[in-house]
């Protein structure tokens, strides 16, 4: 198997039918735009909350007004950004604007855990040191982490993606009826996903690299099927067979399940 067709980046979600899902990462540019949005909403608040403060605490005594003075700043700088982000799964109202959205490394969404620890660095690199750690840091990685990102196992993605999917493969008719008899099991998530980017690359190869990587492909997946597809069959028809029974049997496996579920919902 080449590499060509056979590589998952970090980025790629791999689902059911081998079908990588790409979720980019945010553009060192939108991260700035929706930091700013936040940074500027985030002083708002925290001016307005050092207003009342203020106001309250004519009459307190000096401790009295330190501690509320730091159980404002933790509200305001912790424990609100933390929170709007778990309960909008990733978003901050900058988030939002720019349509971007915190997860996971995994791709994953975040729990407060990670929102907390987030906000918590971030108040260092972006508050206290005006945003240079978080800048540098973003800009050198692949991901544009920064470094509460890195500490809370997060990063960055556009929300606002279409995402795109291939049609899927079609049964060629003349192994439909070997199809049905076969034995074919389920490939192997990187074999699979490599016969589904050879596939859907077909019409931009030429057609030494056609016949080479489709050879080698058919040779790993007739490992996993039997009998073998009549003599003189292609190596992309034979893929294509395979890859839309293994749909198709998929597919079957699912209504039986879920009509079996529905039976014994009903029974209750």
């Keep these: 198997m080449t590499h060509e067709f056979a590589t998952l980046t970090t980025d790629d ?6 079908v990588a899902l790409d979720l980019p990462a945010a553009s060192l540019g939108s991260r700035i735009v929706s930091g700013l949005i936040d940074v500027v909403i985030t002083m708002i608040a925290f001016v ?4 009342v403060f203020v106001v309250a605490a004519l009459q307190a005594d000096g401790a009295l007004i330190w501690a509320s003075f730091v159980a404002t700043m933790i509200v305001v700088f912790l424990l609100l950004p933390a929170t709007l982000e ?5 978003k901050s109202l900058g988030k939002l604007v720019c349509g971007l959205r915190t997860v996971r490394d995994d791709a994953g969404p975040i729990t407060f855990q990670h929102a907390f620890v987030r906000a918590l660095v971030g108040f260092m690199e972006i508050f206290a040191f005006t945003g240079v750690p ?5 800009l050198m990685s692949s991901r544009g982490k920064r470094l509460g990102d ?19 493969t079609l049964m060629p008719p003349p192994l439909a009826a070997w199809a049905r008899s076969a034995d074919i099991t389920s ?4 074999l699979a996903l490599a016969v589904r980017q050879f596939l859907g690359r077909l019409p931009t190869l030429d057609p030494q690299s056609r016949a080479s990587v489709g050879t080698r492909l058919a040779d790993q997946v007739s490992e996993h099927v039997a009998p073998p597809p009549p003599p003189g069959t292609p190596p992309e028809a034979y893929l294509a067979a395979v890859i ?19 039976r014994l919902t009903a029974r209750r």
């Design 48 to 51: 307005a909350a050092i207003f």
């Design 134 to 138: 978080a800048f540098f840091s973003a």
């Design 187 to 190: 490939l192997p998530t990187g």
């Design 86 to 90: 778990t309960l909008t799964r990733g």
């Design 244 to 262: 839309a029974s293994r749909r198709e049997r998929d597919q079957a496996r699912l209504h039986r399940e879920a009509e079996l579920r529905r």
């Design 150 to 168: 890195y500490a809370a196992g997060t990063y960055v993605v556009r929300d606002r993606v279409r995402l795109r999917l291939a049609p899927p």
């Design 13 to 18: 979600l791999v689902t059911g039918e081998a």
